[in-house]
């Protein structure tokens, strides 16, 4: 696999600086600008895996440069915008031009080279494929996972695949759907399968790994199962994605009103799932105590690309 490249924007040097060294570090070719404009100079004439930059930029923003991205440039481009705060209004601005994960200031290390495999590990379902179904009114179709053999990214990858093929959907409301999709099967799995812990859930990879490893050898973890459901009806003008697993619940409606009064979008670990799907869905719904949940968002809703 080629190595990933990386253009990492910030106005503050520091800050350029040390993701660089941090990335670097990781495994990955790193590139840097200071300003939009540098920014966008080096997009136009370098080729980029993915972008991370600061949103509160003096000149051209990070919000500016992305839209700029997908307009003139790359419309598949990756961009990971930081931030020490957004409002809802700008997080579902940003969401339907197109970003492709937020990062809170002060940068979690952890967090953003997780994002950034996902990213890449999504970017590789991409291709061009003929259309299919092209015509169909409705489509149902459900899954049924096993725990021992999930992978968030082989369903990511397949769903990612299998929309592009079959309905033509725009890139913002395609956008919006495989960040629901990956905050919802990833949720299930950790919190409804696995029962992790958030002291678990912040070990680095290796120690992750051994965690989940070890919860799989215990039968009645490796018994339960997910259940995901993608229904698109072209009459109804909607698509709905459910996830369903085997866990104990959990308050739902506490957590809907806490995400429903908070002045700024939640972007932390805990809890960031359920925050950006309320923002992003058109309808979020929760049944039989926590252990499903759906999402429907109309097909015209957002913005067309």
Known sequence: MKSVRIL?????????NSLCTILKVSG???????????????????DYDVVICDIEMPGITGLDLLGKVRRDYDRELDVILMTGYLDHDYFIEAIR???????????DTKQIIRSIHSLMERKQSRNDYSDFYQNTETADFRFVIDPCQFSKFAISKVFNA????????????????????????????IHGTLGLTVGERMLDHSGLQKVIESRLQQPEIAAKRLRFTFLMDHVANVITIS????????DHEGWIQRVAIEPKLNLDETGRGISMLYHLADSLEFSQGGRKVSVTKKISSSTPA
Do not use: T, W
């Open 28 to 46: 990955f070719e790193v590139d840097s600008a200071f300003n939009g404009s540098d920014a966008l100079r080096k997009i136009h004439s370098s």
């Open 162 to 189: 299998f929309l592009r093929q079959s309905f033509q959907l725009n890139h913002n409301l395609l956008n919006e759907l495989l960040i629901c999709v990956d905050e919802m099967v990833y949720n299930a799995y």
């Open 8 to 16: 990492v924007v910030d106005d503050s040097i520091a800050i350029v």
């Open 97 to 107: 031009m197109g970003a492709s994960d937020f990062i809170r200031k002060p940068v």
């Open 243 to 250: 996830v369903e697993d085997d866990g104990e619940g959990f």
